[in-house]
C-alpha cells in the first residue's frame, strides 16, 4: 500500500514560477525522499530529508518536513521546461528495515 | 559510472511465455531492489537484496515471479509463465548501505505481454 500521498495530481504552470508539491504520510518516517522521473526514464533521486530535519535546500529545490503533521513539501523555484517530469515522495519508516514506499507523484507540466 | 544497467529495454512476449529481466547494479552498492510501476497500483517493491541476499520478498505477487542475485553485479528477476496482467515497467535500483540511504534506479524494462 502506499505510504506518502502527493497533493496535486497533476500540475500546470508557466516557465519562471514556483512550482509547490505537497506530501502527506500516514506512519512514523526515518526519512522522506523526493525523487523525479522523466518521460519513460528511471527515477532519479532530488533530495533525502531526516525526520529530524526541517528544511533542506538544493539548488532551486527547497523541502520541508513537518512531522507533527507527517507531511513534507517539495518547491521548485524559478522553473523551467526541463522541470516538467512526475514528481514522487517516497517514505521510510523507522525502526530496522523498512521498505522505501512511494506515493503516487504530481506531474508538473513547465510551459515554455 | 554507467548506472545501473537493465536490459531488455523492450520486452513483448504471449502469455505463456518466461520472461527473464536482468539488472546490473552500480559497483559496490550492496543492496538492490527490484520494483514495478503500473497506472493502477504506481510503484511496487517486489523484492529487496542485501549483500545478495534476498531480505524482503514480500512484495512478489506470487510464485511465477522468481529473482537471483547470483552475485554482487548481477540480478535476475524471472516471469513464469508470463500473464497479460504482468505487462508494467519493471525497475531495478541499487544503493550502498542497509536499504536506508537514496536509491540509484535503471531506465526500466517495459514489458508487454500479449
Known amino acids: 500500500s502506499q505510504q506518502g500521498e502527493e497533493d496535486p495530481q497533476a500540475l500546470s504552470i508557466q516557465e519562471g514560477e514556483n512550482a509547490t508539491m505537497n506530501c502527506s504520510y500516514k506512519t512514523s518516517i526515518n526519512n522522506l525522499q523526493w525523487y523525479r522521473q522523466n518521460s519513460g526514464r528511471g527515477l532519479v533521486h532530488l533530495i533525502l530529508i531526516r525526520s529530524n530535519e526541517r528544511e533542506k535546500h538544493s539548488g532551486r529545490l527547497r523541502v520541508t518536513l513537518d512531522t507533527s503533521k507527517k507531511s513534507s513539501s517539495l518547491l521548485i523555484t524559478a522553473s523551467r521546461a526541463a522541470d516538467t517530469a512526475s514528481y514522487f515522495c517516497a517514505t521510510r519508516g523507522s525502526g530496522g528495515y523498512n521498505k522505501l514506499i512511494f506515493g503516487a507523484g504530481t506531474r508538473l507540466a513547465v510551459h515554455p | 559510472d554507467a548506472g545501473v544497467i537493465q536490459s531488455p529495454r523492450h520486452e513483448v512476449t504471449e502469455m505463456g511465455q518466461e520472461v527473464t529481466l536482468r539488472c546490473k547494479p552500480i559497483?559496490?552498492?550492496?543492496?538492490l531492489f527490484w520494483y514495478r510501476q503500473t497506472m493502477m497500483r504506481g510503484l511496487e517493491l517486489l523484492i529487496y537484496f542485501n549483500n545478495n541476499v534476498p531480505i524482503d520478498d514480500s512484495g512478489m505477487p506470487e510464485d511465477r515471479f522468481s529473482a537471483k542475485m547470483p552475485n554482487a553485479s548481477f540480478s535476475t528477476l524471472k516471469i513464469q509463465p508470463s500473464e497479460p496482467r504482468d505487462s508494467a515497467v519493471y525497475f531495478c535500483?541499487?544503493?550502498f548501505g542497509g536499504g536506508n540511504e537514496k536509491l540509484f534506479f535503471g531506465s526500466g524494462t517495459q514489458l508487454s505481454v500479449l
Open positions: 535500483a541499487s544503493s
Open positions: 559497483s559496490g552498492h550492496n543492496s
